[in-house]
């Protein structure tokens, strides 16, 4: 697997551009991930400063020098603002695997940008980066995710029992992955 991600890849779709989250958009960030709604299943409790929204990115610049992942924020076209980010974290170089990870703001919910903008990273990592699998792990409430991932042709392999410890309650989830020829059959197909 190739995590060589330098210079930063800049992604755009129809309506999207997926770039960089730099200090610059702390404020964006702190924006739509303080909303109770937005950080339901993210695993952190909502943000409450703007030192909360520059240690996020922080954590979006250390996973991707060490090579484990890179995360975009998702902008739109004929905007300059953050309204969510996606990426993959947690990569393990040998397996040629990685998990998917995304959010949006409330305000952007419900037309179709978190799908379009999934959809081209999983794109970029059966393309560019070399992948075979790609994961998600969701909360089995989260149906709104379960839809989306579903939709990109991710197929659910079973449930994770109290897997993650998070917000101070463990939590199962639902272990879905799409493999290289998966995403090549719906491609071609």
């Not at 697997?1 to 989250?21: N, S, Y």
């Not at 949006?104 to 978190?114: C, R």
């Amino acid at each position: 697997m190739i995590l060589d991600t330098e210079p930063f890849p800049r992604l755009e779709t129809k309506r999207l551009v997926l770039r960089e989250v730099t200090t610059e958009d702390s404020n964006s960030l702190l924006k739509y991930l303080s909303d109770e709604e937005v950080m339901k299943y993210y695993g952190l409790n909502p943000f409450q400063s703007i030192n909360d929204a520059l240690d996020e990115i922080s954590w979006y610049q250390s996973i991707q020098k060490n090579k484990t992942g890179i995360r975009w924020g998702i902008t739109l076209k004929d905007q300059g603002a953050v309204i969510g980010s996606c990426g993959f974290h947690n990569s393990v170089l040998q397996h040629f695997r990685t998990e998917i990870g995304f959010e949006l703001s409330k305000d952007h919910w419900g037309k179709g940008i978190a799908f379009e903008a999934v959809q081209a990273i999983i794109s970029y990592g059966f393309e560019h980066l070399d992948l075979q699998r790609i994961e998600a792990l969701i909360e089995p409430p989260n149906s709104s995710s379960q839809r989306l991932v579903e939709k990109l042709g991710f197929i659910r392999e079973g449930l994770l029992r109290n897997y993650e410890f998070t917000c101070g309650k463990f939590d199962d989830l639902y272990m879905y992955s799409l493999l290289k020829q998966d995403f090549d059959e719906v491609k071609n197909g």
